[in-house]
């Protein structure tokens, strides 16, 4: 049979590991071809490789990209339209973290965070609906955060910018409705993730400890796992979700609801 994503042609940011990587794998085995792009183009392509093993040669294809830099991503973008024979699925996954409260946080800090998180969306979004024009229907999925959505008072670089990619998301949905595009935006906003991520409160505190004091702020008890944000991806980039944009989805384990 064929995969719920059959005939999609998917451009991943941040794909050599994460979330990235999970959504790839998830888009290539129903279907899509995937373009796994990311800083690290040596764990890229370990991903992409693995791909066309799974699935066949031609699947999934690798690409250097730093998403601060827009000459990048006219490159990035135009090299996976020609290896992919199109783009009708972009997502802006890539993003870091910087820890400091409003007092501490170097303005340095401040602007690498922003630059990463936020000029992504905009650049890539910015260079890939011309692609996209070309193979509707098509998809944009933005990995904002539940910090875009409630702060805390420790991590104001991190809320601002997942709470501008929430936002951007949906004037990116409005502004394609308005052309008239069967392009569709929405954002996925995670809480704790078991991924690279959360190394660092890791190495602080130890794997399990670190994780069961994460677990005791999510109201089902646990952090979530890759494949629960890669199946929402993949509903959004496929045809099912054909009358969603503009909107959020929260996957969060309940601390939303508190």
Not at 22 to 47: F, P, Q, Y
Request: charged letters at 20%; hydrophobic letters at 45%; one cysteine or more.
């Amino acid at each position: 049979m064929a995969g719920r994503v059959a005939g999609k042609k998917a451009f991943i940011t941040g794909g050599a590991q994460g979330l990235g990587a999970a959504m790839a794998r998830k888009l290539a085995a129903e279907g899509a071809k995937v373009s796994v792009a990311d800083i690290n183009l040596e764990g890229a392509k370990v991903v992409a490789a693995e791909l066309n093993a799974a699935h066949g040669a031609g699947t999934a294809f690798a690409f250097p990209l730093d998403v601060t830099k827009e000459e990048q991503w006219v490159y990035a973008l135009e090299e996976a339209d020609e290896a992919m024979g199109g783009i009708s699925v972009l997502v802006n996954n890539a993003g870091i973290s910087r820890g400091g409260d409003i007092e501490s946080l170097s303005l340095e800090d401040w602007k690498l965070v922003m630059s990463v998180n936020v000029d992504s969306v905009f650049l890539g979004t910015k260079h890939a609906l011309k692609y996209m024009r070309a193979h509707q229907p098509g998809s944009i999925v933005n990995i904002s955060s539940i910090a875009g959505l409630i702060a805390a008072h420790n991590s104001p670089v991190y809320n601002a910018s997942k709470a501008a990619v929430w936002l951007l998301s949906k004037g990116i949905a409005l502004h394609c409705a308005k052309q008239g595009l069967d392009i569709r935006s929405n954002s996925i906003h995670p809480t704790f993730i078991d991924t690279p991520i959360l190394d660092p409160l890791r190495q602080r505190f130890g794997k399990e400890e670190a994780e069961a004091k994460l677990g005791r702020q999510v109201p089902l008890g646990h952090i979530g796992e890759p494949d629960d944000i890669a199946n929402a991806c993949l509903y959004l980039a496929s045809d099912e979700s054909k009358f969603m944009t503009g909107a959020e989805m929260k996957l969060d384990g309940g601390i939303s609801a508190m």
